[in-house]
């Protein structure tokens, strides 16, 4: 039918680091507080705490993000207008593969020892 739903559970500091999907992502929360932020394609931030049965509509590759900032677990429901949405998450890509070192600290403008730190927690090589 082209759609996917997901159901996500947060424990209190949970968090969906920033990532993108190749298609459009509501995301509606049932319980609880989260902190959704997104990033427009001019580095415009958007971020705000959501409360149960507000929603947020994410356009199609926006790096976004999701963390539980209240003292109680959350849940929320997300819909994708894709039977496969994808994720490519920022930091695998930069720190979980091949990409070369001396590449990586070039583009984030970071230092040897911090690109090593990522690499190592990534999973990355070189």
Known sequence: MGVTM????WSV????R??????????????RTLFIGFI????????????PGEMIIILRT????IVNVGSTPA???AAFGSESPGKQSINNAFYGGNLPSDLVEKVTLLNPPQVHKFKELFGGTN
Do not use: C, W
């Open 6 to 9: 997901a159901r996500g559970y």
């Open 13 to 16: 500091g949970t968090m969906v």
């Open 18 to 31: 920033i990532h993108t999907h190749r298609v459009s992502e509501a995301v509606i929360v049932n319980q």
């Open 40 to 51: 427009d394609p001019n580095s415009t931030t958007y971020y705000k705490a959501l409360i």
């Open 62 to 65: 926006f790096m976004h993000f």
């Open 75 to 77: 849940l929320a429901y």
